[in-house]
C-alpha cells in the first residue's frame, strides 16, 4: 500500500525558515519523480517543485524559485522541501505527491499524494 507522509510543517513568522519531510513507502521510489504542491483556502491546488527520480532534473514555480530548495534522498525514500524567506502568499497546505520518473507541473498527472501539512507564515 502506498504511503506518502508529510511533515515539517508549522506556524513561522515572515523572512523565517522551514523544512518539509516526504516519507514514502509502497512503491519503488527511486523509479519515481516526486513533486511538492500547496493550496490556499479558496484556491486551486498549485505546483511548487519537483525533481526527477535521479535527482537531476529540477523545476520549481516562479513564485517561489530563489527561496525554495528540493532534494530528495533515494536511501531513506524521502523528499524535501528547504523553504526559506517565507512569505504571508506562501500559507498554505503542502502536499508531496509522486508520479512515474519525469517531473511535470500538472496535479493531476501524479499517481499518489500525501496528506498534507499545513504552513502558516505571518506578517
Known amino acids: 500500500q502506498v504511503h506518502l507522509v508529510e511533515s515539517g510543517g508549522g506556524l513561522v513568522q515572515a523572512g523565517g525558515s522551514l523544512r518539509l519531510s516526504c516519507a514514502a513507502s509502497g512503491f519503488t521510489f527511486t523509479s519515481y519523480a516526486m513533486g511538492w504542491f500547496r493550496q490556499a483556502p479558496g484556491k486551486e491546488r498549485e505546483f511548487v517543485a519537483a525533481i526527477n527520480w535521479v535527482g537531476g532534473t529540477i523545476d520549481y514555480a516562479g513564485s517561489v524559485k530563489g527561496r525554495f530548495t528540493i532534494s530528495r534522498d533515494n536511501a531513506k525514500n524521502t523528499v524535501y522541501l528547504q523553504m526559506n524567506s517565507l512569505k504571508p502568499e506562501d500559507t498554505a497546505v503542502y502536499y508531496c505527491?509522486?508520479?512515474?520518473?519525469?517531473?511535470?507541473?500538472?496535479?493531476?498527472?501524479?499517481?499518489?499524494w500525501g496528506q498534507g501539512t499545513q504552513v502558516t507564515v505571518s506578517s
Open positions: 505527491a509522486a508520479r512515474d520518473k519525469f517531473i511535470r507541473r500538472t496535479h493531476t498527472e501524479y499517481a499518489y
